[in-house]
């Protein structure tokens, strides 16, 4: 079945520190890849997407580029900001007619100013 | 934009009643809904798919006659736990979605607590 594994937290950064989760997935098919975002108090915000192999998403500054050749999907952020706090999801979706997606375990961000 | 409300945001019953969560969307019609499920830091797990007017699709191991989904039109959703115990504490999220293959928007959830 599918799964997405991504990397533990709580992650802890000062203001402007590069920004590395990693993301890994196994799934049928060619699968669309995702980065969801939870603010405290919110519900989840799609970040960004790709669709297909060497895609790259971006938005707000973060990007992740679709690896088949590793199944990886990392985030990435050069300079992070303190309003990046938020817990960060990797998910799949594998296609088929429904929007239907799996999370990985999410990673809590702290960013220190 | 497309927003997704849910009600209530936390809610704390008694162990044996029942408990309904709201999902709407507000702003687009929902053709089709979903329900997770969020334990402590846990990934979010879908419980089932729903499409307007028609019975929900529950995934394996989730049972149908304790989570009782309806999706009677194209802007509401519910999601009831029937008999709630404290295992079903937990943290439920929806989100809906314009139609197949489209993107989904998600609640911003729903705390249960069963004492």
């Known amino acids: 079945g599918n799964s997405v594994t991504q990397m533990e937290g709580p992650v802890t950064l000062s203001e402007e520190a590069f920004l590395t989760i990693n993301c890994t997935y196994t799934?049928?098919?060619?699968?669309?890849l995702f980065w969801y975002v939870q603010y405290p108090g919110e519900g989840l915000q799609l970040l960004l997407k790709?669709?297909?192999?060497?895609d790259k998403g971006s938005n707000k500054g973060f990007e992740a580029t679709y690896r088949k050749e590793t199944t990886s999907f990392h985030l990435e952020k050069g300079s992070v900001q303190v309003s990046d706090s938020a817990v960060y999801f990797c998910?799949?979706?594998?296609?088929?007619?429904?929007?239907?997606?799996?999370f990985g375990k999410g990673t809590l961000l702290t960013v220190n100013p | 934009g497309a927003v997704v409300s849910q009600h209530p945001s936390w809610v704390i019953c008694k162990s044996g009643t029942s408990v309904k969560i709201e999902c709407r969307s507000l702003?687009?019609?929902?053709?089709?809904m979903f329900w997770y499920r969020q334990f402590p830091k846990q990934s979010l797990m879908l419980m089932a798919t729903?499409?307007?007017?028609?019975?929900?699709?529950?995934e394996q191991g989730v049972e149908k006659d304790k989570f009782l989904i309806n999706h009677a039109s194209l802007t509401l959703s519910t999601l009831t736990v029937t008999s709630a115990h404290p295992e079903d504490s937990s943290f439920y999220i929806c989100?809906?979605?314009?139609?197949?293959?489209?993107?989904?928007?998600f609640g911003q959830g729903t705390r249960l607590t069963v004492v």
């Open positions: 729903s499409n307007e007017g028609s019975k929900a699709t529950y």
């Open positions: 989100s809906a979605s314009r139609g197949p293959g489209t993107e989904a928007f």
């Open positions: 790709a669709t297909k192999a060497d």
């Open positions: 702003d687009f019609q929902a053709t089709t």
């Open positions: 998910a799949l979706n594998s296609g088929g007619s429904n929007y239907k997606l799996t």
């Open positions: 799934a049928t098919g060619y699968p669309s």
